[in-house]
């Protein structure tokens, strides 16, 4: 049976998406689950041989990429996304039984989470303070212990705990969705599917034009970018590694074509190829034309 680390305490969206895996097939039976208590504690688990997999949220509809995600993909040893889920988030608001509103003066939220429902608490409870959760999970528990009075959370914990919910299915944007990854240690790349995704993290010169010539090798291309985001390098103040994510696999010539071009220029993470959870945008052209065509003038029968 894999073990499969997650950003716990169990009770939050990332054991949620990580259920949706193996409701998917993505394992091949049972899994044993492991909770972490951050996403870069979870992926160390994998690093150290402690675990076979990790589930860690990666990106937010409404509030980009996980950066305590995206940094532990970029620093250590090499990690490789293998699968990715999609969740649609809202969130319940909890308290233990019997607090009403009106007496609720701290409120514990994860900061991706307060983020989306900051209307919401301001509308709803607005003499609460905003205190930091380790997780959305976590915000339940502190709920329990009754270190504040709600938290923001799941209705998953919510059941578990035992808790009340003052509102369910609150978000400030309806519709939000969650991405979710499994990452494990470097492994032959899933197979081409045709509806693919692949992302690397360039460390570029701190030159002029550094990250336009690097994005115009895949516009050349015509490879669409489904997403780039920016990371402070943590060295000197301006100083970024950017994370790019594209349409296509390592499979697919021109993307490949790609990276090779970026790898002879500056410094390039390949962070994995995997099938998308939902179509993102048109797939890289075919160049098998243009391959047939150079092949032909290597045997002399080209164009004369």
Request: net charge negative; charged share 20%.
């Amino acid at each position: 049976m894999p073990k499969i680390a997650y950003f716990g305490p169990s009770g939050t969206f990332t054991e949620i998406a990580l259920a949706q895996f193996e409701a998917e097939g993505t394992f091949d039976g049972p899994v044993e689950r492991v909770p972490a208590g951050s996403p870069p504690a979870t992926l160390d688990l994998v690093r150290d041989g402690v675990v076979d997999g990790a589930v860690v949220p990666f990106e937010n509809s409404v509030e980009g990429g996980v950066a305590p995600t995206l940094d532990s993909l970029a620093l250590g040893s090499p990690l490789q996304i293998v699968a990715e889920t999609e969740i649609e988030v809202s969130f319940s608001i909890l308290t233990r039984p019997g607090v009403t509103a009106d007496q609720v003066r701290t409120i514990g939220a994860y900061p991706h989470a307060s983020a989306q429902v900051r209307g919401w608490i301001a509308a709803n409870l607005p003499n609460a303070e905003v205190v930091l959760a380790s997780s959305n999970a976590g915000a339940a528990l502190d709920v329990q212990a009754g270190t504040v009075d709600a938290g923001v959370s799941t209705a998953l914990a919510g059941r578990m705990l035992d808790l009340a919910s003052l509102a369910d299915n609150v978000a400030d944007v309806g519709g939000a969705v969650t991405r979710f990854v499994l990452v494990t240690k470097a492994a032959p790349v899933p197979a081409r599917t045709g509806a693919d995704r692949t992302a690397l993290v360039l460390h570029l010169d701190n030159a002029p034009g550094s990250l336009v010539t690097a994005l115009s090798e895949f516009a050349a291309r015509g490879i669409d970018l489904t997403r780039i985001e920016s990371r402070p390098m943590r060295t000197e103040l301006g100083t970024y590694r950017f994370f790019v994510d594209c349409v296509g696999h390592v499979e697919d010539s021109l993307v490949a074509e790609a990276m090779r071009a970026l790898h002879r220029k500056s410094g390039v993470r390949f962070l994995g190829s995997w099938a998308t959870a939902n179509s993102t945008g048109p797939q890289p052209p075919s160049d098998e034309e243009a391959i047939s065509w150079i092949e032909d003038l290597k045997r002399g029968e080209g164009e004369r």
